[in-house]
């Protein structure tokens, strides 16, 4: 399984942007997917997630009410519409995907497959 992320670019506060995520290779729906971000300096932390069965979505806190993760099994894609961006939300955001449990599926090691990332800059 192969990822790819894009659609990232720089917009002022308050901008949107959807980051798509395309996936190649057999058994996308069999994967939950996720997409977590890193800012320069930091740990990779954890933005949002979508078990492989659907259902709800799982959200950081910093990303709640603004962030919207989708996915589409017959495309093999991947999203997150980002709305009423911020400054703070500037960082190289990644796809993943994996089989994590319920109490695990916050933490990038429980994703087996990654795509390189896309920036996202949000300036003030």
């Known amino acids: 399984v192969q990822l790819q992320a894009y659609g990232g670019g720089l917009v002022q506060a308050g901008a949107s942007l959807r980051l798509s995520c395309a996936v190649s290779g057999s058994g996308f729906s069999t994967y939950s997917v996720a997409w977590f971000r890193q800012a320069p300096g930091k740990e990779r932390g954890f933005v949002a997630a979508l078990k492989l069965g659907g259902g709800s979505p799982f959200y950081a806190d910093s990303v709640k009410g603004r962030f919207t993760i989708s996915r589409d099994n017959a495309k093999n894609s991947v999203w997150l519409q980002m709305n009423s961006l911020k400054p703070e939300d500037t960082a190289v955001y990644f796809c993943?995907?994996?089989?994590?449990?319920?109490?695990?599926?916050?933490?990038?090691?429980?994703?087996?497959?990654w795509g390189h990332g896309t920036q996202v800059t949000v300036s003030s």
């Open positions: 993943a995907a994996g089989r994590p449990i319920t109490s695990t599926i916050r933490a990038a090691s429980a994703y087996y497959y």
